[in-house]
């Protein structure tokens, strides 16, 4: 069945979770898929764990698209979600729908996210009136990281936690048909979950979200160092990886790979004629 955002609100009103994982690649996101994740987005967190970069402020309309498009390429039940990159909204409702729309028509995605409370409640209005459903993002966001001055849990104080209510109320009535809350107190993500018509995705917000999102290679286990508190490992597919490359290495170094098997076979008066 596909995805939809009827069913994402069916799902929230049913009392459903709603499993979503990142991806940015055709292989992984056809897993994803076979799996039965409701939800993929290709998140800009590709400038991390793809790119190799420090942080997400880089990541261009052209990688969304070229990730983002590898993994619409995948997907036909699966609902797929991308990213807008940092600057690719904020300076303006027109350059933001203009943008929407690419990721849309070049990216082939099913809706778009974007981070922000109040101040981006006009592109979010903007964007969902021309067709193209929005996912909002709250908490921990990313982009601003050199604002928010670091990784760090949002919406503590009593202050923070009364903005971050109002933020998730403003994005629902500017049109948001799910809103993403990262690295907030559990409680206060399920009470944003109970005012909120509209689902949660929480990541590192607790088990009161509507749903829940992972960066895939996080939760598969591929990265070794530094796991977040909010990280589960449903795999250690990095330990296999790495066991897998050091057989292959030591098996073409002592010439056992590869085998017979692996080879073909050409007729020997052929290749008497060559000699
Ligand atoms: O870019 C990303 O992967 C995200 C999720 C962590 C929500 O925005
Ligand atoms: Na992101």
Do not use: W
């Amino acid at each position: 069945m596909k995805n939809t955002v009827a069913t994402f609100l069916a799902m929230k009103q049913k009392g459903e979770k709603i499993s979503m994982l990142t991806c940015y690649d055709y292989s992984t996101a056809r897993l994803e898929e076979e799996a039965g994740i409701n939800g993929i987005l290709v998140g800009d967190s590709l400038g991390n764990v793809m790119l190799g970069l420090p942080d997400t402020i880089s990541v261009t309309m052209e990688d969304m698209i070229t990730f983002g498009g590898a993994v619409a390429r995948a997907c036909n039940d699966t609902m797929v979600v991308i990213d807008m990159p940092f600057m690719s909204y904020q300076v303006s409702v027109e350059q933001a729908v203009m943008n929407a729309g690419r990721l849309m028509k070049e990216g082939r995605a099913n809706a778009v996210k974007l981070e922000g409370g109040a101040a981006v409640c006009p592109q979010i209005k903007a964007i969902t009136d021309a067709g193209i459903p929005v996912m909002a993002h709250l908490g921990l966001t990313p982009q601003s990281v050199n604002a928010l001055g670091g990784h760090r849990v949002q919406g503590k104080s009593e202050e923070g936690a009364k903005r971050l209510v109002e933020d998730a109320l403003a994005i629902q009535e500017a049109g948001a048909f799910a809103v993403v809350l990262e690295c907030i107190p559990a409680k206060l993500a399920e009470l944003i979950s109970s005012k909120l018509t509209i689902p949660t995705i929480g990541i590192g917000a607790g088990a009161g979200c509507d749903g829940q999102i992972l960066v895939y290679q996080d939760m598969l286990g591929l990265f070794s160092g530094f796991k977040p508190k909010f990280v589960k490992h449903f795999a250690e597919l990095g330990e296999q990886m790495k066991a897998a490359f050091r057989a292959y290495d030591e098996e073409v170094k002592a010439g056992t790979y590869p085998a017979e098997e692996h080879t073909f076979k050409m007729d020997d008066d052929v290749l008497q004629r060559l000699y």
